[in-house]
């Protein structure tokens, strides 16, 4: 039976954080690599997402190409993965020829039904400048739900809210900075709604057509709940073309200039990179993708749950000819030291950053491996912090795991040269040993990778009480010749060959490591099953006679006097942490009070009537431009609402960027006489405050603010 293991695919516009980490892909990780020591037929397929508007906005950002931005971050992360254990069969990439042809043939085919896509013509939203229609994450505006000034035409990052483009107060095009007009444009859309009787059907009772697909009581009820609220609330038609320069060519005479919209290619690249696999390796990608004995399994976040539970299995229906998946086992948020991870406040830390700084620390990598099992968001969000981090590592794997195999190797070279020895009785922990195997196991095929963690330990802590409770050491005092020394440490041997075995999953270098000393093997392809129906026989896993080499000190513990490398290194992290806390402060923290004799001095008195003769109005400044021959004036274009645009010069060009503010919110005077200035008409007047040392900033009104209301 084939096992065809999906995680999702990661954009290729920057680098990933341990969020990321362990939403989907260390629990893929753990499975994968249980099922191949079941002696599987296993293949795990990922790959770099690298088409959509994220990556054209990160390459206008910085300079470059998109082709320069996905080779960058493809790299970064593949190595990323690679030095953390991250075991893919397959990491591909969808800007590959072979992606391209799959997605081309899969819209081609769905097209030929005739009834799966509905050809609609809207109105979207034109950037003049740049002749080129604005995709949503090319349009920011004002949140009409919370008042979020830098909210997306998809999602407003601060309530996050969903979006479309035409909610956004006050929409500006990031490519221009000018407002956008809405322009006629056609797209393809995929009729959803057409398949949410099967779908519906799918995930309440796993049958399709009629026969069991999968077992709904197996999978968390958190993705079961997401699918049925967007159920309940009625399937619509999803848009699968966009209007870009960069990504797959739409495959139809009537959609020139257009491509596929990311949602609807990316997860084809689970097809293209098992594809691609068989190419290199001589198998079909049929045997997976079209097999109905195939166990497929997508690894997720809970930000993807709709994309593989409603809109992929839809899209696999609607082609014909595919398995659907018998598990989505998403995972929910994980937060970082209380708070959402945020590279521009500097909080949390990447991948690629983890692995220099850990890089010469002993077993570094499978440390924090370790420290997000133990914490893994499996049914509600979790926090990783540093202190946890310390106290996971010495804990378990230090004082549990590390002390246990250090003890077991000194005392048998000690007792009996380094080699297994022959016990008189029968071994006393054989049915230990075997229930802690399926437990494990177990744990692990149900997805509880948080139970399965916590089953091991148990199995490092019931060895190091065995040992201290037998206490060989005490025996040999008292007879060094006494038998139950032998037996002793040949069941203590056994325990470690398990743990060496059952760590593969979790800590994969630190089991090699402890396969090593103890003179076994490296893990392979059934060795999980063979070791199961060796103890199932009462056969050991380290027969009599067999030498073993010594363990030493494999997890040096952070809070040790004698070695501080790593509670430096955790220094370092957490005082990053506290710098970016005051950066936070420091912004919001209120002004200090300007003593009065610093302050301008007051201006004659006038009556309440002649106040209420300005007439104060919101608006955003909807262009801005330096005047020729002046150092000191700017030509701003305002919005003042009610389709009202007015011709602004403001004095303000030593003290602003022009490509800043557009966007930019302000409060104007409406009822000036125009005047030419610099041989432009200014029709309106900035108010603007000013301190002690000459610094301007705008005076604007509250976020959320539409413009031409009036300010008193």
């Not at 082709?67 to 591909?92: C, M, P, Q, V, W």
């Not at 060989?472 to 037996?487: C, F, G, N, S």
């Not at 701003?636 to 966007?663: C, M, N, Q, W, Y």
Request: aromatic letters at 10%; charged letters at 25%; a negative charge.
């Amino acid at each position: 039976m084939p096992h065809l293991l999906t995680s999702a695919l990661p954009y290729a516009n920057g680098p990933l954080h341990l969020g990321h980490l362990a939403g989907a892909y260390l629990p893929a990780d753990i499975y994968a690599r249980y099922l191949r020591l079941m002696g599987k037929d296993v293949l795990w397929v990922c790959g770099s997402d690298e088409h959509g508007a994220a990556i054209t906005l990160r390459a206008k950002k910085e300079g470059i190409s998109p082709r320069d931005i996905i080779d960058k971050y493809h790299t970064l992360n593949k190595e990323s993965f690679a030095a953390l254990g991250i075991s893919f069969d397959y990491y591909h990439r969808t800007s590959a020829p072979l992606h391209h042809e799959t997605s081309q043939e899969f819209f081609r085919t769905l097209d030929k039904k005739g009834d799966e896509f509905i050809v609609r013509s809207t109105e979207q939203y034109y950037d003049p400048e740049f002749g080129q229609f604005l995709a949503d994450r090319y349009i920011k505006g004002t949140c009409p739900r919370c008042g979020f000034a830098e909210a997306y035409g998809d999602q407003c990052e601060h309530c996050g809210s969903d979006l479309s483009p035409t909610e956004l107060i006050n929409p500006v095009s990031t490519l221009s900075g000018t407002q956008p007009i809405l322009r006629e444009t056609k797209h393809w859309y995929f009729d959803l709604a057409k398949h949410e009787e099967f779908l519906r059907t799918w995930i309440q009772e796993g049958t399709v057509d009629g026969e069991q697909q999968h077992d709904p009581a197996q999978w968390k009820k958190h993705v079961i709940g997401q699918c049925m609220s967007w159920l309940n609330e009625g399937l619509q038609p999803r848009a699968i073309t966009r209007d870009l320069d960069w990504g797959i060519s739409v495959p139809h005479p009537e959609a020139e200039g257009k491509v596929l919209y990311v949602w609807f290619d990316a997860p084809i690249g689970y097809i293209s990179s098992t594809r691609q696999w068989c190419l290199e390796n001589g198998r079909d990608w049929k045997d997976y993708w079209q097999n109905p004995d195939t166990e497929l399994i997508h690894f997720i976040g809970k930000d993807n749950i709709v994309f593989h539970c409603l809109i992929f299995p839809a899209m696999l229906r609607a082609h014909g000819g595919y398995v659907l998946p018998k598990n989505v086992p998403a995972n929910q948020f994980l937060n970082f030291e209380g708070d959402k991870f945020s590279k521009s406040r500097g909080w949390g830390i990447e991948l690629h950053e983890y692995v220099e700084e850990f890089k010469d620390f002993p077993n570094g990598e499978d440390a924090l491996r370790w420290a997000l099992i133990r914490n893994l968001p499996e049914q509600q969000d979790a926090d990783f912090t540093w202190d946890g981090f310390t106290e996971y590592y010495d804990k378990d794997l230090a004082d549990k795991l590390g002390n246990f195999l250090n003890r077991v190797t000194v005392l048998t070279h000690k007792f009996f040269n380094g080699k297994v020895p022959t016990p008189a009785g029968g071994a006393r922990v054989q049915e230990r040993l075997s229930e802690a195997l399926e437990r494990i196991g177990s744990h692990i095929e149900a997805f509880r990778f948080k139970d399965a963690a916590t089953a091991f330990v148990e199995l490092a802590t019931f060895g190091n009480t065995f040992l201290q409770e037998a206490a060989p050491w005490t025996l040999a005092k008292a007879d060094p010749d006494d038998p139950r020394i032998a037996e002793v440490m040949y069941d203590c041997l056994q325990i470690a060959a398990v743990l060496a075995l059952t760590a593969h999953p979790f800590v994969p270098l630190v089991s090699a490591k402890v396969r090593t000393v103890l003179r076994q093997e490296i893990v392979e392809n059934g060795d999980w099953a063979q070791a199961r129906d060796q103890l199932s026989a009462g056969k050991p896993l380290l027969r009599p006679g067999h030498a073993i080499g010594e363990a030493g000190v494999l997890f040096p513990k952070i809070v040790d006097r004698k070695d501080d490398r790593l509670l430096q290194i955790i220094q370092r992290q957490r005082d990053k942490l506290t710098a970016a806390l005051q950066e936070r402060d420091a912004a919001a923290a209120p002004v200090a009070e300007t003593p009065a004799s610093a302050l301008p001095p007051a201006k004659p008195e006038i009556s309440f009537e002649d106040f209420t003769k300005l007439d104060l109005r919101t608006a955003t400044v909807l262009t801005a431009e330096p005047i020729k021959k002046s150092n000191k004036l700017l030509h701003l274009t305002i919005d003042l609402g009610g389709g009202e645009t007015r011709s602004v010069v403001s004095g303000i060009a030593k003290h602003f960027d022009p490509a800043d503010l557009p966007g930019q919110p302000v409060v104007v005077v409406t009822n000036l006489a125009p005047r030419k200035m610099a041989g432009v008409r200014s029709e309106a007047m900035i108010l603007m405050a000013e301190d002690g040392e000459g610094t301007l900033q705008f005076v604007s009104p509250p976020t959320g603010f539409g413009n031409g209301w009036t300010v008193r």
